[in-house]
């Protein structure tokens, strides 16, 4: 059977500008994608319908993606995935028009399938008003909001030290920019199933910089004795997990479950990420706390 075993790493041979210039600059890249995307459309990530609200239609139909949308004339719609099945189903998502109510749009949408030259078989229809996605949007926000600084609070209780709370909550909010900004580099949009996928992040993210933390801090032997193996415990749990996550993404894809896929895609986004903020950024952090700036 075959094993996997993590491989040593010198970290003693890095200076504290290579652990730490790497991770701060993906940060930084990361906010600077989301602040760019705050800038031209009032929000730092792409808003799914749960959030703005609209109505999603499933049709199936034989015909080709490009067929099914021209179906609904002057009113196409913000974006469509194909369910691959003996015949196609599709899954359109559409925005009423200023002065449209969602009942309105609900009956343009039926009147187009029922009217529709080409054969279209409406599967369901589903509307979220807007007053309810802006609700959904609040709520959301604000259990990220909650659960970013429960964490905190924890971690500052746990080690009642400045510097190594900060590493842990600093790494945290990089394992969720860096993913939230990739999501919006390739379209993934924010879903209450993507929500719940950010949070799982901060889990798999405070589970692994406090298992360093720990061994750095209350753990006998050497500082590079106890990196060592936190650095053999936390990466083989974070890369299991990260192939776990993949294969979810793969499969959930080929069987066109858009929402495992984004799922899948974001924590393997941010397991990567914790991967580089755990073992580069949190521990240089703890170097320099640990010597007071001595070993750059």
């Not at 749960?50 to 490009?66: D, R």
């Not at 002065?99 to 509307?127: F, P, W």
């Not at 900004?181 to 993507?194: E, Q, V, Y």
């Not at 776990?244 to 984004?262: K, P, R």
Request: proline share 4%; aromatic share 10%.
């Amino acid at each position: 059977m075959p094993t996997f075993e993590v491989p040593e790493v010198d970290f003693s041979q890095y200076s504290l500008r290579q652990l730490m210039g790497p991770p701060l600059a993906l940060m930084v890249a990361a906010l600077l994608v989301l602040g760019g995307t705050f800038a031209l459309t009032g929000s730092p990530v792409a808003l799914g319908m749960e959030f703005t609200g609209g109505t999603e239609l499933t049709v199936s139909s034989p015909a080709s993606q490009a067929t099914v949308v021209d179906a609904f004339g002057e009113h196409p719609p913000e974006s469509v995935r194909t369910i691959p099945s003996e015949t196609d189903t599709y899954v359109l998502t559409f925005q009423a028009e200023q002065g449209q109510t969602q009942a309105q749009l609900q009956d343009y949408l039926q009147d187009r399938v029922d009217n529709a030259q080409t054969d279209l078989s409406l599967e369901s229809i589903r509307t979220t008003s807007a007053t309810f996605g802006a609700n959904n949007q609040d709520l959301a926000f604000i259990g990220l909001l909650a659960a970013f600084l429960g964490m905190s609070l924890i971690v500052f209780v746990l080690f009642r030290s400045f510097v190594p709370s900060i590493a842990v909550v600093g790494s945290a909010f990089g394992d969720i920019v860096v993913p939230v900004a990739l999501m919006n580099l390739l379209g993934i949009k924010l879903s209450l199933g993507t929500v719940a996928a950010l949070l799982m992040l901060i889990g798999y993210s405070v589970d692994s910089d406090i298992l360093l933390t720990n061994h750095v801090l209350r753990r006998s032997g050497s500082f590079y004795e106890s990196v060592d193996r936190a650095f053999k415990t936390g990466a083989t749990m974070t890369t299991t997990s990260l192939a776990a996550m993949t294969v979810m993404a793969i499969v959930a894809y080929f069987f066109g479950i858009q929402l495992l896929t984004s799922i899948g895609l974001i924590l393997v986004f941010g397991l990567a990420t914790d991967l580089v903020n755990t073992y580069m950024l949190n521990l240089g952090l703890l170097r320099w706390y640990k010597y007071e700036g001595v070993g750059r």
